[in-house]
């Protein structure tokens, strides 16, 4: 029997261009408190140092889905059907694995914000999966109208794959609208949905700033990102790193908190931050299994069944969408 020989993905590059994202900074800085969209911590290196993050013995949530993902992965195929894997935010593409075994998709597409990082990922998917066409599409899902026109997503039943809890970094509403979006993207097809679960105050803030901090320097790439692609003058040492569980927002809260009163130019606009000021990096929305349905349903879709750990931190939920 002769051995299928992998070919090299193919990459559709939608990158948002430098103007969005300039005018996305100015957007966020005007907010209060200061927030910037989440995916702008993921270039190439936040994209290696996020990898270096779920490595970390504080961070058990990929560890915990990858394993809850291996044991429900037969089950998961058999309830979901077959058609083409399209997953949201792959990063390292880590955790499809399980699904592409038993699944056996048509093909899989993985959408992420950084090309460089797509590109490796997907490459070293095709090499284990050699067997399965793969697309990689660099893009903004959030924002994204359709999936673009290609022949591996013509005429297939598609199938979404959001893990990782990253819908956690939307607000409710902004998760709302993602949702709906998927629900557009997938052209009727169901999603399966990671989604961690609220924990102690201690494991979660532990989670996310790590005794190595890796965490910390994840954030403040952040600062090096916007000196680099919009001529600022940040000082990453004058920001101190913060994760802070909020109960009441059942979130954890990442920022970067101004050590002093200073002034940041971003190109040729001035920017003034108070001493204690944060910024926002980030939020992760943590979401019990009664939270998830109902906000499932919100966007009009119907939820079918979950799949938990053995401790039942993070759960896996299969949605259909609704008529």
């Not at 050590?259 to 003034?272: M, R």
Request: aromatic content about 8%; overall charge negative.
């Amino acid at each position: 029997m002769t051995a299928t020989t992998p070919t090299r993905p193919a990459l559709i590059d939608l990158h948002p261009p430098a103007a969005d994202m300039r005018r996305l900074v100015q957007e966020g800085l005007q907010r209060a408190p200061r927030q910037l969209p989440a995916w702008f911590l993921y270039d190439a290196e936040g994209s290696q140092l996020f990898d270096q993050i779920c490595q970390q013995p504080e961070y058990s949530l990929t560890r915990t889905e990858i394993a809850l993902l291996e044991q429900s992965a037969q089950e998961i195929a058999t309830a979901m059907g077959s058609g083409v894997i399209v997953e949201f935010g792959a990063g390292s593409a880590r955790k499809v694995g399980p699904l592409l075994e038993a699944m056996q998709p048509s093909a899989y597409v993985a959408l992420d914000i950084s090309a460089a990082h797509l590109q490796q990922a997907t490459a070293a998917l095709q090499s284990a999966y050699p067997a399965v066409p793969m697309l990689g599409i660099c893009c903004d899902h959030s924002r994204l109208e359709a999936l673009p026109d290609h022949t591996l997503l013509q005429g297939q039943r598609r199938l979404g794959f959001f893990p990782g809890s990253s819908l956690g970094n939307f607000t409710q509403e902004e998760a709302v609208q993602l949702l709906r979006r998927f629900r557009l993207l997938l052209d009727g097809g169901p999603l399966l949905l990671g989604l961690d679960q609220p924990k102690s105050q201690a494991r979660l803030e532990a989670a996310y700033d790590d005794a190595a901090g890796i965490s910390a320097a994840f954030a403040r790439n952040l600062l090096q990102r916007l000196n680099r692609d919009l001529n600022a003058d940040f000082q990453p040492q004058r920001f101190r790193y913060q994760a802070q569980w909020q109960a009441e927002q059942s979130r954890v809260r990442m920022a970067l908190v101004s050590d002093c009163a200073q002034t940041v130019c971003i190109g040729s606009s001035p920017w003034h931050f108070a001493a204690d000021e944060p910024l926002v990096t980030e939020y992760s929305v943590k979401y019990s299994p009664e939270m998830a349905r109902e906000l499932a349903e919100a966007a009009g879709w119907r939820w079918c069944r979950r799949w938990h750990d053995p401790a039942d931190d993070l759960s896996l939920h299969w949605l259909e969408a609704a008529d």
